[in-house]
């Protein structure tokens, strides 16, 4: 019996064409494809001209499908995980397959690609040398407002998450907590057409922010307390 793999592949967080070769060659020739949301992942098979089953792996049904997939790939087949976008089990689902197939030792291979987070860091003119990602922050104020107390004096940059139905409030949060004059960046439709960067004091941004489109998915970068861009030459 031929060995079995989980592939672990990202996929575009915008632009369809950053999907790499190797992921595209991957997905020629896997027995199943498991993805967030399938009408999603349609789109780009489409775009990369394959046709492959799919099942929705999702939140709701991921503690059933990690023990199901798990026991296929013992048995010899090739699995592909992917996203609706970026890279699967970050602030996504996968993290419970991955344990699974490592628990039995069944093999685990990641396809590297796009992730909004690392790419809004690295656009944002804040510092990169030590971070922390935390994901998508809990709906309720009081709970962001706890988060941001808690990295008031970090000395590391951090990596954040939100929607565009709680990004207004979000950042109302930030400021009264972290105050109008700390560092941030607000990034937007990374690598697509309306691709929008604000880096700059929080206050500013914030307005910024109330004043242009919300459409997509925001990344937010919070630079380390402190830490104050140069102003230009």
Known sequence: MSQGCLYLVATPIGNLSDISPRAKEILGTVDLLACEDTRVTQKLLNHLGLHLPTISYREENEKILALELATKIANGSL???VSDAGF?????????????CRVRNLKVTPIPGPTAGISALAASGLPTDR??????????????????????????????YESRYRILKFLDDLVEILGNDRCICV???????????????????????????????????????????????
């Open 79 to 81: 699995i592909a995980l």
């Open 88 to 100: 699967p089990g970050i602030s996504d689902p996968g993290f419970r397959l991955v344990r699974e």
């Open 131 to 160: 971070f922390l990602f935390a994901g998508f922050l809990p709906a309720k104020s009081a709970a962001r407002k706890r988060f941001f107390e808690e990295i008031k004096n970090a000395n590391h940059t951090v990596i954040l």
């Open 187 to 233: 990034a937007r439709e990374i690598t697509k057409l309306h691709e929008t960067f604000h880096t700059g004091l929080a206050q500013k941004v914030r307005e910024e922010v109330y004043t242009g489109s919300h459409k997509g998915e925001f990344s937010v970068i919070i630079a380390k307390a402190g830490y104050q861009l140069k102003e230009p030459v």
